[in-house]
C-alpha cells in the first residue's frame, strides 16, 4: 500500500507524516508514505480543466493536475491520495464538498481523504494536551483550559500563549512571514510527542476516521497497464 499525501506547508507535512505513520504502525497495517509540501494553500482554478499557471506552487492551483497525473500513475492501484489543509476562512463543509469534487473529477481511480484543520493546523497541535506539555514543560495550562477545540478564535495565536507564556505578545506582534519559524518550532516540537489515539480536536478526529476507512477498505487490485512512477 502506498498513501500520497499532499499538504500546504512543511509544518503540516511533519505533523502529518508522523500522525499517519503511527496510526498505520497502531493498525498493524505496512505502507509507504510520501509526504509532497507545497507553498501555502492558494485557490482552485476557475476552469479545472486548464494546466496550472506557469512557476505556480500552492497546493489548490496544481490540484486538479496533480490529481489527473495521479489518476494516470496509481489509477486501481493500492494507493490513497490525503490531501490535508487549513480551513482557513473557508466554510469547512463546502471546502471539503469542492475538494472532493476535484478528487472524484480527476482520480477517481485513486481512494482520497481529505483532512481540514479547523483554522489552522495548530488546532491539530492543540487536541494533544499531552504532547504539548512533554514538548513545553513550562506552558499555561490556564491558557490551554480557555481554548475550545476547533473554535474559531486565531488558533496559532492561542497556542502562542499557551507554549510562550513570557512573551507571547511580542511574538504575535510579530506576525507574517517571521512567524512561520515559530509555527515549524511548534509543530516540529509538539508532533514528536502526539498520540492520535488522544487527540481531541474533532476536525482531526474526521480526518482520522475517514482515513482509517480508507486503509481499512484499500484492498490491492491489479495496476493498469504501462503504470509508472512519477515524481512532484
Known amino acids: 500500500m502506498h498513501i500520497e499525501v499532499l499538504t500546504e506547508d512543511k509544518s503540516g507535512a511533519v505533523v502529518v507524516e508522523r500522525l499517519i505513520g503511527r496510526l498505520l504502525?497502531?493498525?498493524?497495517?505496512?505502507?509507504?508514505?510520501?509526504?509532497?509540501?507545497?507553498?501555502?494553500?492558494?485557490?482552485?482554478?476557475?476552469?479545472?480543466?486548464?494546466?496550472?499557471?506557469?512557476?505556480?506552487?500552492?497546493?489548490?492551483?496544481?490540484?486538479?493536475?496533480?490529481?489527473?497525473?495521479?489518476?494516470?500513475?496509481?489509477?486501481?492501484?493500492?494507493?490513497?491520495?490525503?490531501?490535508?489543509?487549513?480551513?482557513?476562512?473557508?466554510?469547512?463543509?463546502?471546502?471539503?464538498?469542492?475538494l472532493y469534487l476535484v478528487c472524484k473529477k480527476y482520480a477517481s481511480d485513486v481512494r482520497s481523504v481529505i483532512g481540514l484543520c479547523t483554522e489552522e493546523i495548530e488546532a491539530w497541535l492543540l487536541g494533544d494536551v499531552k504532547a504539548v506539555m512533554k514538548a513545553y514543560p513550562g506552558a499555561d495550562l490556564h491558557?490551554?483550559?480557555?481554548?475550545?477545540?476547533?473554535?474559531?478564535?486565531?488558533?496559532?495565536?492561542?497556542?502562542?500563549?499557551?507554549?510562550?507564556?513570557?512573551?507571547?505578545?511580542?511574538?504575535?506582534?510579530?506576525?507574517?512571514?517571521?512567524?512561520?519559524?515559530?509555527?515549524?518550532?511548534?509543530a516540529e516540537a509538539i508532533s514528536e510527542y502526539m498520540d492520535p489515539s488522544e487527540n481531541v480536536s474533532p476536525s482531526f478526529n474526521t480526518f482520522k476516521n475517514a482515513l482509517l476507512v480508507a486503509l481499512r477498505n484499500c484492498a490491492p487490485v491489479p495496476p493498469r497497464a504501462g503504470v509508472r512512477r512519477i515524481s512532484f
Open 25 to 98: 504502525k497502531a493498525e498493524g497495517i505496512e505502507a509507504t508514505v510520501a509526504v509532497r509540501p507545497h507553498r501555502g494553500c492558494g485557490s482552485l482554478p476557475r476552469d479545472w480543466d486548464t494546466r496550472p499557471i506557469k512557476f505556480a506552487s500552492a497546493l489548490l492551483d496544481l490540484l486538479p493536475a496533480k490529481c489527473r497525473a495521479y489518476n494516470k500513475v496509481y489509477g486501481r492501484t493500492d494507493t490513497i491520495l490525503v490531501v490535508i489543509m487549513d480551513s482557513d476562512n473557508n466554510d469547512p463543509d463546502e471546502l471539503r464538498r469542492q
Open 143 to 186: 491558557a490551554y483550559e480557555d481554548y475550545v477545540q476547533d473554535s474559531i478564535c486565531g488558533t496559532w495565536e492561542h497556542l502562542c500563549r499557551v507554549t510562550n507564556p513570557e512573551n507571547y505578545e511580542d511574538i504575535i506582534d510579530i506576525g507574517y512571514p517571521a512567524i512561520g519559524h515559530y509555527k515549524a518550532r511548534w
